[in-house]
């Protein structure tokens, strides 16, 4: 008798314990800030710079908007020159004065596709399911020694991102992006460090590395110096350049 209330006992405490995919969702906004708060942030501004090499700085920003419409912006300056690269709504375009040209050209679809995965100033997780995605829970991992939580979470084009989450803090560590097209899969991820907490009260990663799927970086750390939530943002800024 005594063995089977042990038992029943170890499977009770089992469930108890047990974590789902929306008990992690829910630990990861609380450590962050909370969903209310979260849920009020229309836009994000990031501001800082990419480590080159020793001494060499290149200003980074990115911008973040779901209102008027989701969109990004994206630029980058370097001896006087800035890229830009920007989406609205299921449009986009970039604009490289590196390569020599001046005129901006249209993003493709598959880059557009790409780009929303990270467009979202709210991110992906917050009220999945009212944004048509699906999110599973896949376990356990060590990531250079810090215990992860590992969620996937899957978009109606069937692209995945999956989130490993510090199982200590609940911040998210990595995301890995996988992207499906016709003829191929785009596969990168981007890891976070340096957690702060804004003047808005969320807390925020002021350091970012992006990855591509071989392993290489692409270019330096980015270091954010400034974040603001919920800026005025002129809509025009994302708008197509005209030809010079």
Avoid at 81 to 99: E, I, L
Avoid at 160 to 170: C, K, L, R, S
Avoid at 172 to 199: A, H, M, N, P, Q
Avoid at 206 to 221: T, W
């Amino acid at each position: 008798m005594r063995s089977t209330l042990f038992v029943l006992l170890l499977v009770a405490g089992g469930r108890l314990f047990a974590q789902t995919a929306d008990d992690i969702i829910n630990k990861h906004f609380d450590a962050i800030g909370g969903k209310e708060k979260w849920a009020r942030v229309n836009a994000i501004r990031y501001t800082g710079n990419m480590l080159l090499g020793p001494g060499m700085l290149a200003p980074v920003a990115e911008t973040q908007v779901i209102k008027p419409f989701k969109g990004a912006l994206t630029e980058f300056s370097w001896q006087g020159m800035t890229s830009k690269r920007a989406t609205r709504a299921d449009s986009g375009w970039t604009y490289n004065p590196f390569s020599g040209k001046r005129d901006a050209d249209p993003m493709s679809p598959n880059d557009i596709r790409s780009e929303k995965l990270s467009s979202d100033p709210q991110g992906l997780l917050l009220n999945y399911k009212e944004k048509g995605y699906t999110v599973e829970y896949l376990g356990t991992d060590d990531m250079d020694g810090t215990d992860v939580l590992k969620i996937r979470l899957t978009t109606k084009d069937g692209d995945m991102v999956y989130y490993y989450i510090d199982a200590e803090t609940y911040y998210i560590l990595k995301e890995i992006r996988r992207v499906k097209l016709k003829d191929k899969e785009e596969k990168g991820y981007i890891t976070f460090s340096d957690f702060k907490k804004t003047e808005f009260g969320i807390t925020v990663p002021y350091s970012v590395q992006s990855v591509d799927e071989n392993g290489n970086e692409q270019g330096g750390p980015i270091n954010f110096s400034k974040v603001e939530v919920n800026l005025p943002v002129d809509a025009t800024v994302f708008d197509k350049p005209k030809s010079k």
